[in-house]
């Protein structure tokens, strides 16, 4: 049972990494694209700002949480999964703040 466990924590570990890396770099684009145009584009450049924070954040847990896993140390593998709920929490509240911005924008 154990080893299913630390396979199962490496398999959210690496996605946690892989889904950051990709919302790191579309975060980054969105900004790289709209920011020529001032205010127009203002809560989306926020939001995006936003998303790159979580995204660096995720990286962090991703990092932390392998490290946990592959040495085998509980506490950091505990501090991670805490803190995947709260990274859980912070993509829901970008997630509907990007929603409640593009309904705005119709």
Not at 73 to 79: D, E, F, G, H, V
Request: hydrophobic share 65%; aromatic share 8%.
């Amino acid at each position: 049972m154990q080893g299913a466990q630390r396979l199962i924590g490496l398999i959210f570990m690496i996605l946690i990494l892989i889904f950051a890396i990709i919302h790191l770099a579309v975060g980054i684009s969105i900004i790289v694209r709209v920011h020529n145009y001032g205010d127009v584009f203002g809560p989306e450049r926020g939001i995006a700002a936003f998303n790159i924070v979580i995204s660096i954040y995720a990286i962090i847990i991703g990092i932390v949480g392998l490290v946990g896993v592959i040495a085998g140390k509980s506490a950091l593998s505990k501090i991670a999964a805490f803190a995947s709920i709260a990274l859980a929490f912070f993509a829901l509240v970008s997630l509907i703040t990007a929603l409640i911005i593009n309904s705005l924008a119709i």
